[in-house]
């Protein structure tokens, strides 16, 4: 789309469109989790993020997302708890997104909410395989690693750090892998 | 019961899936923002060690926000640590019980078990497996599928991305795979 059409707040400084395009380009790849805001704010701005952080971490202990027991009776179908959640999740995600696009709703600054569409590579296959795997040893995905150290389990340092050095490994291994 | 007596117990689902389902709107209403959290590992290496590889090679700092996400998560945790924990044992199914007796796992107190996850653990080849290669494979096949349970899952399945319904089936067909044949055989290890 074209980004010069889009208006903006008076007083919001833009980034140059030529910095933006390349640098949004990389920061998208492989990620489905993206700022399309194309405002430059102050860093401090960024805490409402912290908020809405802390209630998402509250959630995930207090519904018993991040315990590795939970997740083991997943894979063993031996409770619905995680399907009930991730599934009304999922159906409340849909009906939001719906509305924000039928109403073309805009965010508290004013801008056009935008999304992205993904293209299929076969990363998702063998790369969520993988990741599986890493769910069903570790009782963990991304977000709960960070919630289960914030509540105590200090061990689960060693493994977002070893998760990051996996994600540092597959960017170095990229080119090679099939895609 | 009080409010806080009945805030401390486990949520239900109907509870907590709607209110993890609505992240999504609210990060995209007060900032534009595509709900995920694995992106925060590529963030860390990109602003620690991009060592000249062109995938991390971007303005991590655009993505600041992401990172402060990921440290309200943490807080989240921290606070409920502090003032919402649920004082009893976690309630595990029994069949999953008497399966996890069999390996020695019989410390329900925790969200995570005990016995498994803990430092002296990371001296045994069992704790090494489950804490460092877990950990490892989550970082690179998130990465490698662009996104985790938070970013294909919830945020992807609410945009209809036929990409993420597909890595949302591979991530429960791998977890389906390892936890039914391959950690039985990691837990039975005794080194």
């Known amino acids: ?179 | 019961m009080n409010f806080i007596e009945w805030i401390k117990q486990p949520w239900p689902w109907y509870v907590a899936g709607p209110l993890i389902g609505l992240t999504v709107p609210v990060l995209l209403l007060i900032g534009n923002k595509s709900f995920g959290v694995s992106a925060n590992l590529r963030h860390i290496c990109a602003a620690c060690a991009p060592m000249n590889i062109s995938f991390f090679k971007y303005d991590w700092k655009k993505e600041i926000w992401n990172l402060f996400f990921a440290g309200g998560i943490l807080l989240g945790g921290l606070l409920t640590a502090l003032f919402l924990q649920n004082p009893d044992p976690v309630v595990v199914d029994p069949k999953l019980a008497t399966e996890l007796a069999g390996y020695g796992v019989t410390n329900t107190d925790g969200l995570v078990p005990k016995e498994l996850f803990n430092w002296s653990s990371l001296f045994s080849l069992k704790g090494l497996i489950l804490i460092v290669a877990g950990g490892f494979l989550v970082g690179f096949g998130t990465r490698y599928a662009g996104g985790c349970t938070s970013g294909h899952a919830i945020m992807g399945l609410s945009n209809l991305q036929l990409p993420s319904l597909i890595a949302t089936c591979c991530f429960m067909a791998g977890g389906f795979f390892f936890a039914n044949f391959v950690l039985p055989l990691i837990l039975k290890l005794n080194i």
């Open chain 1, 1 to 179: 789309m074209d980004r010069a059409t889009n208006t903006f707040p008076e007083g919001v400084r833009r980034d140059k469109t030529t910095d933006l395009n390349t640098d949004f380009e990389i920061r998208s790849q492989h990620s489905m989790c993206v700022n399309r805001s194309e405002i430059d704010k102050p860093i401090l701005s960024n805490i409402k993020f912290l908020f809405a952080g802390i209630l998402f971490g509250i959630i995930l202990v207090k519904s018993e997302v991040i315990s590795w027991f939970r997740i083991q009776e997943m894979f063993r179908l031996q409770s619905f708890h995680m399907y009930g959640i991730i599934g009304s999740a999922i159906a409340v995600g849909m009906i939001s997104v719906f509305i924000i696009k039928k109403l073309r709703l805009k965010t508290i600054d004013g801008e056009p909410i935008q999304f992205d569409n993904k293209k299929f590579n076969k990363g998702q296959i063998y790369g969520g395989l993988l990741f599986g795997f890493g769910w069903a040893m570790t009782g963990a995905c991304p977000g709960p690693l960070f919630a289960l150290i914030g509540n105590g389990a200090t061990v689960i340092i060693v493994t977002l750090f070893s998760a990051i050095i996996g994600t540092w490994v597959y960017g170095f291994l990229r080119d090679k892998l099939p895609h």
